[in-house]
Nanobody, 115 residues
Framework: QVQLVESGGGLVQPGGSLTLSCALS????????MGWYRQGPGKQRELVAT???????NYTDSVKGRFFISRDTAENTVHLQMNILKPEDTAVYYC?????????WGQGTQVTVSS
């Protein structure tokens, strides 16, 4: 059974940084995509950043230049370095993976940006 375990959320002041990490377990299939989505208060879940098994990386416009995704395909881990955080980045962040055509989600980790 595929599981995604996230870590690294918390409270940070505006302008600060946080790194989220996610580890996938429970499959021997190649993982096509790993990445992060988020859901802010009263908002729909949205893509933040994804990385394919190749070199394709995708960011939502609002985080370009501030957030950086890195993925270790051998270890099945993905990290999200978040810099220059803004109050509007406050959300529950979910790790995402697509394995052999099926989508999987982590339990979510809260990121709160506030002074």
């Amino acid at each position: 059974q595929v599981q995604l375990v996230e870590s690294g959320g918390g409270l940070v002041q505006p302008g600060g940084s946080l790194t989220l990490s996610c580890a996938l377990s429970g499959t021997t299939f190649a993982v096509d995509v790993m990445g992060w989505y988020r859901q802010g208060p009263g908002k729909q879940r949205e893509l933040v950043a994804t990385a394919t098994r190749g070199t394709d990386i995708n960011y939502t416009d609002s985080v370009k230049g501030r957030f950086f995704i890195s993925r270790d395909t051998a270890e099945n881990t993905v990290h999200l370095q978040m810099n220059i955080l803004k109050p509007e980045d406050t959300a529950v962040y979910y790790c995402y993976a697509r394995v052999y055509g099926d989508s999987y989600w982590g339990q979510g980790t809260q990121v709160t940006v506030s002074s």
